[in-house]
């Protein structure tokens, strides 16, 4: 259609608590480094909706805040703003509205161009829909390239899959994966929440997966429980009889939006464009007006049909766990596809799978993350190597190098130097050859070095020494080149140090079972967990990722996974053990966690009941 007809559809974001104080901050001359040290205390897009605390209130009273103290001008910082909290920010682009027209699209609407040169109309995507422009929803799938990455890794190994008769949702040990719900870097169904729920059903079936990516949801988390109970045997009735064969495949839960638009029809007598209208305001976020009109309607239309008041609100309630965000089927039927791919390729070839996976920038879970993931599938991982390494990952085999572009602060040039110099020549002989073909500037050749990219180079060498030749040669001192001082080697932990920092992650070991602490009499490791269910025990564990909630009284508390070198658990803050330890809980760092190891459906969660931060080596925070 060309620019002139076509745009990308905005958003319009404004200031949460941390954009107001940022913003506000820098005005008062403070440093961006202080003011991090306050804004990352605020959980993200707190108070971009309407929250009944202030700035003010939220840091004495919210957990992570609570007697924190703050020096002027901060407190007059914090009262400017508060005023600024809610008020317009800045204009993006939307992730996937695409809006198309028959003529000129600024003849129809506003046009813009974003800072990245694409065209943006000035609308959000119901300002356009409520205009009666034709837009479409074009999402990026980041698993799409892992999945070609994925095969063409593997053909380069003469391994060649046929994508036209490619049925991963029939393999058995696909199937077998996702029941047990070993799902890291496998798309849609990665996520903690998702995993536990696969491990409590117990199913790792098309069908039952497609339910499941739609039942996770922030408000069905107790029709989740119900539907594994029912799934695992658990006698039950429908709701009302009027209801069986809309739900009947998704055991007397509903699931999918349509259902909401089905069961709106068949109890309420709805006619299909009222169902739909439903459908949509149950998704939006300013609903509550239009929501009572349709709430008055559902109820009597169900009332005239004789469904008792009780049944019609418990139904009705359960139409509203779709509040906020939801799924159709088709949504989650296509995406499942795509997660029985990624399965069938993690199941049948985990090392280039994760290669791909970690070359694309992972998804849910960090860097180390993922590479603590294919430690654990047996997957040897080499560090990177000049003569051996690409822009990204690859795999051979049952092992994978790291990619060039993993090392921090090596610029894109860098890396295309290198590969570039590389290719249709013989490997690189030695550090001289390598600078001498690559011509990179000083900083970007000391970041290979110190990233043990030159190791190979000069075997004899250590790195401070190769260190030395490559400053003479940058300095013009030829006459010292080979007269390579006696330098002292560095240690194994402090080349581990050096390595964490270039990288972020360690490629021979977990970064935990370095860490320097006294451990506890009686400590057990994360994969042994399921021999002391029932019982209190201690491990020490690396924070991965978390998630907060507020329970239904308001108050917080917390889902935080951990990890060491033998697995992964999840594990529950309730509020009490909240409001003590979420201060001093993070990620990428280790702690003693006490708690009650529980099981539910065969998952195991362990009550954390205490936290004790590790005292570390050094190298996460050098």
Not at 12 to 23: D, I, K, M, P, Q
Not at 191 to 205: E, F, T
Not at 485 to 510: C, D, I, W
Request: positive net charge; glycine residues 10%.
């Amino acid at each position: 259609y060309g620019t002139a007809h076509a745009a990308m559809v905005c958003i319009h974001s404004t200031f949460g608590f941390r954009g107001a104080l940022r913003e506000t901050a820098r005005v008062y001359g403070i440093t961006e480094s202080e003011i991090s040290g306050v804004t990352k205390k605020i959980p993200y897009f707190f108070g971009e909706s309407k929250n009944a605390l202030g700035i003010a209130d939220f840091l004495a009273t919210h957990p992570r805040t609570r007697g924190l103290h703050l020096d002027p001008p901060w407190p007059e910082i914090i009262e400017r703003a508060q005023r600024i909290v809610g008020l317009p920010s800045s204009i993006g682009t939307h992730p996937g509205g695409v809006v198309i027209t028959p003529g000129r699209i600024d003849e129809y609407v506003p046009v813009e161009i974003s800072a990245k040169g694409i065209p943006i109309i000035q609308w959000e995507k119901d300002g356009a829909e409520d205009a009666g422009l034709v837009k479409i929803d074009l999402l990026g799938n980041r698993s799409l390239a892992v999945i070609r990455d994925t095969l063409a890794n593997l053909r380069e190994q003469g391994i060649t899959i046929d994508e036209m008769r490619w049925e991963p949702t029939k393999d058995a040990r696909t199937i077998e994966l996702l029941a047990r719900g070993n799902t890291m870097g496998v798309f849609y169904v990665e996520s903690p929440a998702m995993r536990l729920l696969q491990r409590k059903v117990g199913r790792g079936d098309f069908e039952h997966l497609v339910i499941h990516s739609s039942l996770i949801r922030p408000a069905a988390n107790k029709y989740a429980e119900e539907y594994v109970r029912r799934v695992r045997g658990k006698p039950y009735r429908f709701e009302h009889p009027l209801l069986r064969k809309v739900l009947a495949e998704t055991y007397g839960i509903m699931v999918y939006q349509e259902q909401v638009s089905q069961v709106a029809m068949a109890l309420a007598g709805f006619n299909a464009q009222e169902a739909d209208e439903l459908r949509k305001v149950m998704t939006k976020k300013h609903r509550r007006a239009r929501l009572r009109d349709f709430r008055e309607k559902f109820f009597g239309g169900a009332g005239r049909n004789g469904v008792p008041s009780d049944v019609i609100e418990r139904i009705w309630n359960m139409c509203m766990s779709f509040s906020g965000y939801s799924f159709c089927k088709p949504h989650s039927a296509s995406y499942c596809q795509v997660s029985f791919q990624s399965a069938w390729l993690k199941a049948h070839y985990p090392a280039a799978f994760m290669a791909a996976v970690i070359g694309n920038y992972g998804g849910f879970y960090t860097t180390q993350a993922y590479i603590g993931e294919a430690q654990r599938l047996g997957i040897k991982v080499y560090p990177p190597d000049v003569n051996k390494s690409r822009r990204t990952y690859v795999a051979r085999g049952g092992a994978m190098r790291v990619g060039l572009r993993q090392i921090k602060g090596l610029s894109e040039g860098a890396v295309t130097a290198v590969v570039e110099s590389g290719l249709g020549e013989s490997p690189f002989k030695d550090l001289e050859d390598f600078l001498e073909r690559a011509q990179l500037d000083e900083a970007d050749a000391q970041r290979l070095v110190l990233a043990g990219a030159c190791d190979s180079l000069e075997p004899s060498l250590n790195r401070a020494q190769l260190i030395w030749k490559m400053k003479c040669r940058y300095r013009g001192r030829a006459d010292r080149y080979d007269a390579v001082p006696p330098l002292k080697s560095n240690s194994r932990r402090e080349m581990l140090r050096a390595q964490y920092r270039a990288l972020g992650f360690l490629t021979e070991v977990h970064p935990i079972t370095l860490v320097k602490t006294t451990r506890p009499r009686g400590a057990v490791k994360i994969g042994d967990l399921r021999e002391h269910i029932g019982s209190t025990v201690t491990f020490l564990g690396w924070g991965v990722t978390s998630r907060t909630v507020t329970t239904r009284y308001g108050e917080g508390m917390q889902f935080f996974t951990f990890e060491d070198e033998t697995g992964l658990v999840e594990t529950v803050l309730f509020p009490a053990a909240y409001r003590r330890y979420v201060r001093c809980l993070g990620w990428q760092e280790a702690f003693w966690i006490t708690g009650r190891v529980t099981q539910t459906f065969g998952a195991i969660v362990v009550e954390v009941r205490e936290v004790r931060p590790a005292s570390h080596a050094g190298y996460a925070q050098s």
